[in-house]
């Protein structure tokens, strides 16, 4: 058997969480058992406020489980780690770096060599397509592009798993597209293991292979589907008709 079969890189088992709050105890996720393995993308859709975001933060070691485990190589997890990076809707550039100083401040913070950081640097750059803007500053890019130094600056900490929290939400359509190739070309050239989290279901199948489907809160597993599709970088695949029977499946099911 395969050993990574065996050992999932990500594993939620019996994984609840309820916080406490000045109004009373609220259950966010109860019993969650999944098993991500090494180098999936998987998307995890659900209702507003169902408990999506708390899946994240408890596999980057933000909280721990009230109840049951969660597990990375076997291992719970305990803290935050520099094997897992998180990527937000909200920016997190450093406005005070320019775009290549950005993507080398990690690499430069783990004591790579020069010679090494400039490379990697380099070759994200031109995979985000943000060379010709790399002693920019973050105040003179858009949104979009911001958002693409965000994803580059993560990539180049050379993460085994990558967290990504609605990263494109507060984005415009094309953008968003774009961004989703983006990742995909990371993913491509340098896999690693994703979740994904998001509201967006065509962006799920275009981009997983794998999705999650939660209950309303306390969230719980109600499908665990795998995506048909292969990660090609053409949106067009959107508009075929067995893509949006299971975009219909997926909205039934949230129905």
Same mark, same amino acid.
């Given at each position: 058997?395969?050993?990574?079969?065996?050992?999932?890189?990500?594993?939620?088992?019996?994984?609840?969480?309820?916080?406490?709050?000045? =109004? #009373?105890?609220?259950?966010? %996720?109860?019993?969650?058992?999944?098993?991500?393995? +090494?180098? !999936? @993308?998987?998307?995890?859709?659900?209702?507003?406020?169902?408990?999506?975001?708390?899946?994240?933060?408890?596999?980057?070691?933000?909280?721990?489980?009230?109840?049951?485990?969660?597990?990375?190589?076997?291992?719970?997890?305990?803290?935050?780690?520099?094997?897992?990076a998180v990527v937000?809707?909200?920016?997190?550039?450093?406005?005070?770096?320019?775009?290549?100083?950005?993507?080398?401040?990690?690499?430069?913070?783990?004591?790579?060599?020069?010679?090494?950081?400039?490379?990697?640097?380099?070759?994200?750059?031109?995979?985000?397509?943000?060379?010709?803007?790399?002693?920019?500053?973050?105040?003179?890019?858009? =949104? #979009?592009?911001?958002?693409? %130094?965000?994803?580059?600056?993560?990539?180049?900490? +050379?993460? !085994? @798993?990558?967290?990504?929290?609605?990263?494109?939400?507060?984005?415009?359509?094309?953008?968003?597209?774009?961004?989703?190739?983006?990742?995909?070309?990371l993913w491509r050239?340098?896999?690693?293991?994703?979740?994904?989290?998001?509201?967006?279901?065509?962006?799920?199948?275009?981009?997983?292979?794998?999705?999650?489907?939660?209950?309303?809160?306390?969230?719980?597993?109600s499908a665990d589907?795998?995506?048909?599709?292969?990660?090609?970088?053409?949106?067009?695949?959107?508009?075929?008709?067995?893509?949006?029977?299971?975009?219909?499946?997926?909205?039934?099911?949230?129905?």
């Amino acid at each position: 058997m395969d050993a990574r079969a065996q050992c999932p890189k990500i594993e939620f088992q019996k994984a609840s969480m309820t916080f406490i709050t000045p =109004g #009373g105890p609220v259950e966010a %996720v109860r019993e969650i058992d999944l098993k991500i393995g +090494e180098n !999936e @993308i998987v998307c995890v859709v659900g209702p507003s406020g169902c408990g999506k975001s708390t899946l994240v933060n408890l596999v980057a070691g933000f909280i721990l489980p009230t109840g049951g485990r969660v597990l990375t190589d076997g291992r719970p997890v305990g803290k935050p780690g520099a094997d897992r990076a998180v990527v937000f809707q909200q920016d997190s550039v450093f406005p005070w770096l320019t775009v290549s100083k950005n993507l080398e401040y990690g690499p430069r913070a783990r004591g790579v060599s020069v010679e090494d950081r400039e490379s990697t640097v380099g070759r994200l750059l031109d995979l985000v397509d943000l060379r010709q803007f790399k002693d920019m500053y973050p105040r003179h890019l858009s =949104g #979009g592009m911001k958002k693409r %130094v965000d994803l580059a600056r993560a990539y180049a900490n +050379e993460p !085994e @798993i990558l967290l990504m929290d609605e990263p494109f939400g507060a984005l415009d359509v094309l953008t968003k597209e774009k961004m989703q190739r983006d990742l995909l070309r990371l993913w491509r050239e340098d896999a690693r293991t994703v979740v994904f989290i998001t509201h967006d279901i065509e962006e799920a199948i275009f981009v997983g292979h794998r999705i999650v489907v939660l209950t309303t809160r306390p969230a719980r597993v109600s499908a665990d589907i795998k995506v048909p599709f292969e990660k090609e970088l053409d949106t067009r695949v959107k508009t075929t008709r067995p893509f949006q029977e299971l975009r219909q499946q997926i909205i039934d099911m949230l129905e």
